[in-house]
C-alpha cells in the first residue's frame, strides 16, 4: 500500500513490457513499483526535467557505495 506520502494510480501495461520492467527490477534490486518510478525519473531528466528527490532512490544510492562511504 502507498504511503501518505505517494500517488496511487492505476496502470494499464502491455504484458510484456511488465515482464521486462519485473527483469529490470529484479536485476537491479528493486520493486517493480520502484523501478517503475526510477525509470519515469530518468526520463523526465532526459528531458530536462527534474523530478524531487526520493527517499528510496537516495537510500539506494547509499547502499551502492557500501558501508562507511
Known amino acids: 500500500m502507498a504511503g501518505p ?3 496511487s494510480f492505476l496502470l ?3 504484458p510484456a513490457l511488465w515482464v521486462e520492467i519485473e ?3 529484479a536485476h537491479e534490486l528493486r520493486s517493480v513499483n520502484a ?3 526510477y ?3 530518468e526520463a523526465l531528466a532526459r528531458r530536462g526535467r527534474k523530478a524531487p528527490a ?3 532512490d537516495a ?3 547509499t547502499a551502492a557505495k557500501g558501508p562507511g562511504r
Open 54 to 56: 526520493d527517499a528510496d
Open 35 to 37: 523501478q517503475v518510478e
Open 59 to 61: 537510500r539506494a544510492r
Open 12 to 14: 494499464r501495461i502491455d
Open 23 to 25: 527483469r529490470l527490477a
Open 5 to 7: 506520502d505517494k500517488k
Open 39 to 41: 525509470l519515469l525519473r
